[in-house]
């Protein structure tokens, strides 16, 4: 028998992504993904996993607040804590991450430094 494992979820962020790179320069992208349950209130709390691409773009145009969608499995961490209890740890690994809003403002700095730029290839 075969086994599946995929997730598809909707929700919002809960604060700004984090981003850091493993030795070997690929970038790891986390976040928690607040998805809201259905005909019950109050929501679940996912943390997100995606690597690559897909984590410097998240970390490039996502914020708290922002709505997106992804797509991923489930992956469940154990170990055995100092006390010789086994803990669990579950989140989501994105395999694709869908921005649903508007990405985020380029800060104030990004703007000026674009306008000069603007400024510098006007002919007159």
Not at 8 to 28: H, K, M, S, V, W
Request: one cysteine or more; proline letters at 5%.
């Amino acid at each position: 028998m075969a086994s599946l494992n995929n997730v598809c979820l909707i929700g919002n962020l809960t604060r700004d992504p984090e981003l850091r790179y493993l030795p070997n320069g690929t970038a790891i992208g986390t976040f928690i993904l607040a998805v809201n349950r259905i005909k019950q209130e109050g929501a679940d709390f996912i943390k997100i996993t995606c690597f690559g691409k897909t984590a410097e773009n998240v970390c490039d145009y996502l914020s708290k607040g922002s709505p997106c969608a992804i797509q991923g499995r489930i992956r469940q961490e154990s170990w055995e804590d100092k006390e010789g209890k086994m803990q669990y740890k579950t989140g989501v690994t994105a395999d694709l991450v869908q921005f649903l809003g508007r990405p985020k403002e380029p800060s104030e700095s990004e703007n000026t430094h674009v306008e000069q730029e603007l400024d510098e290839d006007v002919p007159f």
